[in-house]
């Protein structure tokens, strides 16, 4: 099973600042099948990025994806107010789909 | 419009059965591999099942043990999630997911589509 390892658990920014995530695998992850998720209180999660890097249908251009070897990272440029919430990474190459436990986006 | 409609969620009493189902609309669910994701009451997302376009791929998380079984109608755009001998653990949100089938295993852009979930509460 792949393990996936979110950091930090939570981040406090404020809004205007840039935002990095990460998440890395235990095991090699092709960089094909990595994807990102949102999930705001009370909501379905929404896909932001697939294959690593490329983003969904309605994402921002603020956020990016990006990979080196197992490690991989989530960037927010410039935060908007709608941007806090939790974001999950989740690898969909092997089952079990695992997903990351998630980092908490907070404003400060 | 996309949508997926979870329906069957309710209180269920320890070692007792429900049967989920997800209603899909707006595309060709015969070409999407499908999924079950759960998600505790204040826990992160958790990977439950998947069955796959063609229905010859079906995959569970290990921690299931057999105990629920994945399911699809292409005919009545349908996925269904049989839940057995059902736990205090399993109480959760059950959200229906779906992706682009690249081939019967793998996804061409993740999974994208999203239910809203039905909740499941087990409790005596």
């Known amino acids: 099973e792949i393990v996936l390892t979110q950091s930090p658990g939570t981040l406090s920014l404020a809004p205007g600042e840039r935002a990095t995530l990460s998440c890395r695998a235990s095991?090699?992850?092709?960089?094909?099948?990595l994807a990102w998720f949102q999930q705001k209180p009370g909501q379905a999660p929404r896909l932001l990025i697939y294959?690593?890097?490329s983003r969904a249908t309605g994402t921002p251009d603020r956020f990016s994806g990006s990979a080196s070897g197992t490690d991989f990272t989530l960037t927010i440029s410039r935060l908007e107010p709608e941007d806090f919430a939790v974001y999950y990474c989740?690898?969909?190459?092997?089952?079990?789909?695992?997903f990351g436990q998630g980092t908490k986006l907070e404003i400060k | 419009e996309v949508q997926l409609v979870e329906s069957g969620g309710g209180l269920v009493k320890p070692g007792g059965s429900l049967r989920l189902s997800c209603a899909a609309s707006?595309?060709?669910?015969?070409?999407?591999?499908m999924n079950w994701v759960r998600q505790a009451p204040g826990k992160g997302l958790e990977w439950v099942a998947s069955?796959?376009?063609?229905?010859?791929?079906?995959y569970y998380a290990h921690s299931l043990k057999g105990r629920f079984t994945i399911s699809r109608d292409n005919a009545n755009n349908s996925l269904y999630l049989q839940l057995n001998s059902l736990r205090a653990e399993d109480t959760a949100v059950y959200f229906c997911?779906?992706?682009?089938?690249?081939?019967?295993?793998?996804?061409?852009?993740?999974?994208?589509?999203w239910g809203q979930g039905t909740t499941v509460t087990v409790s005596s």
């Open positions: 997911v779906g992706g682009a089938a690249h081939s019967e295993i793998y996804y061409y852009y993740g999974m994208d589509v």
């Open positions: 707006g595309f060709t669910f015969r070409s999407y591999n």
């Open positions: 069955i796959s376009s063609g229905l010859s791929h079906i």
């Open positions: 095991q090699n992850v092709d960089r094909i099948y």
């Open positions: 294959g690593a890097s």
């Open positions: 989740q690898q969909y190459i092997s089952s079990p789909y695992t």
